[in-house]
């Protein structure tokens, strides 16, 4: 998902004066990652609590 170079520029603007380049790529990371899952959201590709517990009981076995 694309990401505006104004919305990187207002999300810079909230960083701190200082900030490790790991840090910052991390960030972009995280923003990528939430827009991703609000889109799977909005177009209904989710799972209730109860699917993911009854796919994933097996592998605590």
Do not use: C, N
């Not at 919305?7 to 900030?19: F, R």
């Not at 990528?32 to 993911?52: N, P």
Request: proline share 3%; hydrophobic share 40%.
């Amino acid at each position: 998902m694309p990401i505006t170079k104004q919305q990187v520029i207002e999300m810079i603007k909230d960083l701190p004066e200082q900030i490790d380049i790991e840090e910052l790529m991390y960030r972009l990371y995280l923003r990528q990652k939430i827009e991703a899952a609000e889109e799977d959201v909005r177009a209904g590709r989710l799972l209730s609590h109860e699917e993911v517990v009854g796919e994933t009981s097996e592998w605590f076995k």
